[in-house]
């Protein structure tokens, strides 16, 4: 029988430390559902230690999960150790994971820790945790840097502690999958209690190589990966779940593992945790990129039509991918629509139902061909909205040859409508200005404005993407409307939203 990988998901803690991917409380506990749904074995919930909101989000994430496993990182010492223990107080099957770096570099220049007081360190705290968790993982931050002898000796120390997971992080993705392998390889063979524990990977993708060196651990031994959602994650990103999900699954032949992934389900969840980051897809991401089944050469679509083994390894439907396109007018009813959301892989609440159909009836109007795109872009939108604070109510611009553009913005700050007209040197630059001069934020800057056509023609659908910075944070925002200038709105607001809840709820008062 071939042997079960474990998933860990790290989508909520190291994929939100990706710029600008932070989420709020409501829309975790979604990705939480979601991520329970496509099958995870773990889900890290968050750093409970972090921040008042990360302790939050462990904590209910703790409360709603049914079957996974809910771990809260924790550093390595009693403060952190006993803040995940709080968090994950509610959790049917708790695990704390606490990690520390075993590089000279790092134990040098941020530990300032000599090689045994970390060491110690290790057994402080995973006895620590231990006597908190009856699951405990150890990490050994920047292990593929680290030398092995040390490496070897502190694994053993974390076993002997206590933990029955060790995790071998490639911090920097550094790694490539023969060094990788050979690492698992050693320790696996050299640390005398190695069997008392499940090995586990963590790559990050800095040279492209986070899935493929996940697979040459799991061919050395490993039993557990650590992987996000799309590879969203620190820098260029973690493992993506579902390429290593479906690589074990179309290549069973060399790679002879299982895993808990409900194919189908991938991209339901790829498409949710894009909505809530507001971190797109690139179109050619493997798996989950709109163009990940799209065929454009005259000779691949004749191979296609004829037998689709001929381009395509798998299936778009394995993966959850819907066919068809064309889609609706203003003539369809609920019914019809249901049945679409349900056929591109949502599953939404009756509020966000009615609203979602509400806006679908204003597109179809404005709009003669309603498309798949068109419906994941307003749904995405709404579903990225959640309680947003401030809303855009209404929004005029004026612009053209004839001198400054001018915009009259109404927003609603907490139910109660705030208007202002400003002048710019553009009518973008004027609606946002007018959104600034309604709430006030000096501080943050535009870091990022994009517009891309949902599907092709002059009435398509504008979808824009806003991130806005301030002091080290950033926050990102979508809009989607037929009226680019609308959208731009709705995406500025929202990522206003996200900034204003990261900075703390004080900001709304002036
Ligand atoms: O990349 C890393 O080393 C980590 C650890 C904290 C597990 O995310
Ligand atoms: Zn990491």
């Known amino acids: 029988?071939?042997?079960?990988?474990?998933?860990?998901?790290?989508?909520?803690?190291?994929?939100?430390?990706s710029p600008g991917c932070s989420m709020n409380l409501e829309e975790k506990l979604k990705v939480a559902a979601q991520l329970e749904a496509l099958g995870v074995d773990i889900i890290e919930a968050g750093f409970a230690i972090a921040s008042e909101g990360d302790f939050?989000?462990?904590q209910a994430v703790a409360r709603q999960a049914q079957r996974v496993i809910v771990a809260s990182l924790a550093r390595a010492n009693r403060a952190d150790i006993e803040r995940a223990a709080q968090a994950l107080k509610p959790a049917r099957r708790p695990r704390i994971h606490t990690f520390i770096a075993t590089s000279p570099l790092h134990m040098r220049v941020k530990l300032g820790k000599s090689p045994e007081e970390v060491l110690e360190a290790i057994r402080e705290s995973v006895t620590l945790a231990r006597n908190l968790c009856d699951d405990v993982e150890w990490s050994a931050e920047d292990a593929t840097r680290?030398?092995?002898?040390?490496?070897?000796?502190?694994?053993?120390?974390?076993?002997?502690?206590?933990?029955?997971?060790?995790?071998?992080?490639?911090?920097?993705?550094?790694?490539?999958?023969?060094?990788?392998?050979?690492?698992?390889?050693?320790?696996?063979?050299?640390?005398?209690?190695?069997?008392?524990?499940?090995?586990?990977?963590?790559?990050?993708?800095?040279?492209?190589?986070?899935?493929?060196?996940?697979?040459?651990?799991?061919?050395?031994?490993?039993?557990?990966?650590?992987?996000?959602?799309?590879?969203?994650?620190?820098?260029?990103?973690?493992?993506?779940?579902?390429?290593?999900?479906?690589?074990?699954?179309?290549?069973?032949?060399?790679?002879?593992?299982?895993t808990g992934i409900v194919s189908t389900e991938i991209m339901r969840t790829s498409r949710l945790v894009s909505a809530v980051t507001g971190m797109h897809v690139q179109p050619n991401k493997a798996i989950v990129g709109a163009n990940a089944f799209a065929h454009e050469s005259g000779i691949h679509q004749d191979g296609m039509l004829k037998d689709s083994q001929t381009y395509e390894i798998m299936t778009p439907e394995s993966v959850g991918q819907s066919q068809s396109t064309l889609v609706l007018g203003k003539h369809s009813g609920r019914a019809a629509f249901r049945d679409k959301l349900e056929s591109l892989g949502y599953r939404l609440s009756d509020n966000e139902f009615q609203d979602a159909f509400q806006r679908f009836k204003a597109l179809a109007d404005a709009k003669k061909h309603v498309y798949d795109e068109d419906i994941v872009a307003l749904v995405d939108d709404e579903v990225m909205r959640g309680h947003d604070r401030i809303e855009v109510a209404e929004v005029e611009v004026y612009c053209g040859t004839g001198g400054k553009a001018r915009a009259i913005v109404t927003l609603r700050v907490d139910g109660e409508e705030r208007m202002a007209a400003t002048k710019g040197s553009g009518p973008v630059d004027a609606l946002f200005r007018a959104v600034r001069q309604i709430v006030p934020h000096e501080e943050a800057t535009l870091l990022r404005y994009e517009v891309a056509a949902v599907t092709a023609g002059?009435?398509?659908?504008?979808e824009v993407s806003v991130v806005l910075g301030e002091a080290g944070r950033t926050a990102r925002?979508?809009?989607?409307?037929?009226?680019?200038?609308?959208a731009s709105a709705r995406a500025y607001v929202n990522a206003l939203n996200k900034l204003l809840l990261k900075r703390g709820r004080a900001a709304l008062a002036a």
Do not use: K, W
Not at 1 to 9: P, Q, Y
Not at 147 to 161: K, N, Q, Y
Not at 477 to 486: E, F, M, Q, R, S
């Open 477 to 486: 925002g979508v809009g989607a409307h037929t009226d680019t200038l609308v």
């Open 146 to 258: 680290s030398d092995r002898d040390f490496l070897a000796r502190a694994v053993e120390t974390a076993i002997r502690a206590g933990a029955r997971t060790i995790n071998l992080p490639d911090t920097v993705g550094y790694a490539t999958p023969e060094t990788y392998g050979a690492l698992f390889r050693d320790m696996m063979n050299r640390v005398p209690n190695a069997d008392l524990a499940v090995f586990s990977t963590h790559c990050h993708n800095d040279l492209g190589l986070a899935v493929a060196n996940t697979l040459a651990a799991v061919m050395a031994g490993a039993r557990q990966v650590e992987s996000t959602v799309n590879g969203i994650g620190e820098r260029a990103g973690n493992a993506a779940v579902e390429e290593i999900a479906m690589a074990l699954r179309v290549r069973h032949d060399v790679l002879p593992f299982t």
């Open 458 to 462: 002059t009435d398509a659908q504008a």
């Open 56 to 58: 939050e989000a462990v």
């Open 1 to 17: 029988m071939a042997e079960r990988i474990l998933i860990f998901d790290t989508t909520l803690r190291d994929g939100e430390q």
